[in-house]
Nanobody, 123 residues
Framework: QVQLVESGGGLVQPGGSLRLSCAAS????????IGWFRQAPGKEREGVLC????????YYANSAKGRFTISRDNAKNTVYLQMNSLKPEDTAVYFC????????????????WGQGTQVTVSS
């Protein structure tokens, strides 16, 4: 099983940027797809986007298109979520999750989860 640790969250002003990291460890972490999910206060957790083991990208949140990108560095066993032009509605706890090989949008399809990192967009 893959162990995941997120980092990089914080407080940022509207229009600013943050880069979240998801460090993976465990057996064959490079063969896993990594998805980013977020949960805003009072809302259900939602998928944001995902990168497959072959570095294909899937967007699950329309609001992320054009602003967020995902990448992975297999040498460092780390997946990055670059978030630009942040809006107050992006405020949430962001989680990364892993599943074998390819991306799926349902969180129940993911085997391993990180503890989450808080992102707050506010002036």
């Amino acid at each position: 099983q893959v162990q995941l640790v997120e980092s990089g969250g914080g407080l940022v002003q509207p229009g600013g940027s943050l880069r979240l990291s998801c460090a993976a460890s465990g057996v064959a972490s490079y063969s896993y797809a990594i998805g980013w999910f977020r949960q805003a206060p009072g809302k259900e957790r939602e998928g944001v986007l995902c990168i497959s083991s072959g570095s294909g990208t899937n967007y699950y949140a329309n609001s992320a298109k054009g602003r967020f990108t995902i990448s992975r560095d297999n040498a460092k066993n780390t997946v990055y979520l670059q978030m630009n032009s942040l809006k107050p509605e992006d405020t949430a706890v962001y989680f990364c999750a892993a599943r074998p090989y390819y991306c799926l949008g349902e969180e129940t399809e993911y085997d391993s989860w990180g503890q989450g990192t808080q992102v707050t967009v506010s002036s």
